[in-house]
């Protein structure tokens, strides 16, 4: 598991390799990860946004922005947390992920980044 705290915001990440929707013969790696945000500070957030940088390892990069996770702009008082599964995938068998969500105090509605740890994402048949 992955974490890392910003602002007060505790994300943190699992992932794992699943077979079941891979298909390595057509260059297809799925990878599931879930994630775990914390809030820590002493105020109500809401996040609004996510930008992912997904590599490859060939060095290729993506980039994925967009409104809230999984459809869900969620509302987090001091000390809730929530959490959501997603997949990503890949045409190589390793790769990694990194990331920010755009949140917002919602007492005065400034606006902060949270980081998204940096998180691998290997094939088992490649961990030799």
């Known amino acids: 598991m992955e974490t890392l705290t ?12 699943l077979p079941s929707h891979s298909n390595p013969r057509e260059l297809k790696f799925i990878f599931g ?3 775990a945000i914390e809030n820590g500070s002493p105020f109500v957030v809401q996040l609004l ?4 940088v ?13 409104e809230g996770v999984i459809g869900e702009q969620p509302v987090l008082n001091p000390g809730e947390r929530h959490e959501y599964s997603s997949f990503c995938d ?11 969500y755009l949140m917002t105090r919602r007492d005065d ?12 994402m290997t094939a088992p048949f490649r961990m030799n």
Request: hydrophobic content about 35%.
């Open 6 to 17: 910003t602002n007060g915001i505790t994300v943190s990440v699992e992932t794992q390799y």
């Open 49 to 52: 946004r996510r930008h992912w």
């Open 54 to 66: 997904i590599q490859h390892a060939d060095g290729r990069i993506r980039e994925v922005e967009g």
């Open 109 to 120: 509605g400034s606006l902060f980044e949270v980081a998204i740890p940096e998180f691998r």
């Open 90 to 100: 890949l045409d190589t068998e390793i790769g990694k992920m990194h990331g920010t």
């Open 33 to 35: 990860y879930h994630i």
